[in-house]
């Protein structure tokens, strides 16, 4: 599934339809480039999830934790992790049996740990528009944008 956006909030609302659909222990794998829009995509999945705390970028935490909603959402940025193993020292383990939706920004460096997980590709196509590409898992064939 393919969609273009054309500001935050519209970028927001995919995310957010995104949310509305997904099931505890589903993995929703970011890749784009700096700036692509993967933190204001995460804010809308945290509201389709229905949290209520304010969303921010995990760049200097590794992942930020919202508990307010029908699942817990865990938003990773993995920008400073260079492999799956990596990833398994931070205890992915225990978030995934935690039964909440993982939100993974720089997927692409602990590729080997994404099996199953739903794909979103943000692109710049300009100033404020976006290319949203959303791949893989069952839920998506009920996502209505």
Same mark, same amino acid.
């Given at each position: 599934m393919q969609c273009i956006t054309h500001s935050p909030a519209e970028t927001e609302? *995919?995310?957010a339809a995104l949310g509305k659909i997904l099931?505890?222990?589903s993995i929703v794998a970011y890749r784009g480039d700096l700036g692509a829009g993967k933190t204001a995509f995460t804010r809308g999945l945290a509201k389709g999830l229905g949290c209520t705390e304010s969303v921010t970028s995990p760049t200097y935490t590794i992942v930020n934790e919202y508990l307010s909603g029908r699942c817990p959402l865990f938003h990773f940025d993995m920008y400073r992790l260079r492999s799956a193993d990596d990833l398994w020292g931070?205890?992915?383990?225990?978030y995934l049996d935690r039964g909440g939706v993982c939100a993974v920004e720089w997927s692409e460096? *602990?590729?080997d740990a994404m099996e199953d997980a739903i794909t979103v590709t943000i692109e710049k196509t300009g100033e404020d528009s976006r290319r949203i590409t959303i791949e893989g898992g069952e839920e998506i064939a009920a996502?209505?944008?």
């Open positions: 609302a *995919v995310g099931s505890p222990g931070i205890g992915w383990d225990d460096n *602990v590729a996502l209505s944008l």
